[in-house]
């Protein structure tokens, strides 16, 4: 599926581009990568990803505004997710693009 600029209006250029960045910074990045394997309370997050609760909530609540994330409550928990398929397949598409053997390595 290949779209032209012409198609895309200024507000999802804009909001593609947030996409991008979110996932652009290593920590961030991390977390949707912990969360590719299954849903998760911000501790087990924390512990996979080495970070502080607090500063994984911090970057939580900006992937789940990016709506890169979503959230449940289980009981007293807040259980995070990937938002949908689309994130997942993003990140399986990175990731195999970023292993790829480049000629000029």
């Known amino acids: 599926m290949s779209h032209r600029l ?6 999802e250029c804009q909001r593609i581009a947030l996409l991008f960045k979110m996932m652009g910074d290593p920590t ?11 849903s998760l309370c911000v501790m ?4 996979r990803v080495g970070m502080s609760q607090s500063a994984t909530s911090h970057q939580l609540a900006l992937l789940r ?6 959230v449940t409550r289980s009981g007293k928990s807040l259980v995070y997710s990937l938002a ?5 397949q993003m990140l399986a598409l990175s990731i195999v693009h970023g292993k790829e053997k480049r000629d000029h390595e």
């Not at 012409?6 to 507000?11: D, G, P, V």
């Not at 961030?28 to 299954?38: H, V």
């Not at 949908?84 to 997942?88: A, E, P, Y």
Request: no cysteine.
């Open 6 to 11: 012409e198609e895309i209006s200024e507000s």
């Open 28 to 38: 961030r990045l991390r977390i949707l990568l912990a969360l590719s394997g299954s």
């Open 44 to 47: 087990h997050i924390s512990e």
């Open 65 to 70: 505004k990016a709506d890169l994330v979503r």
């Open 84 to 88: 949908d398929d689309h994130v997942r």
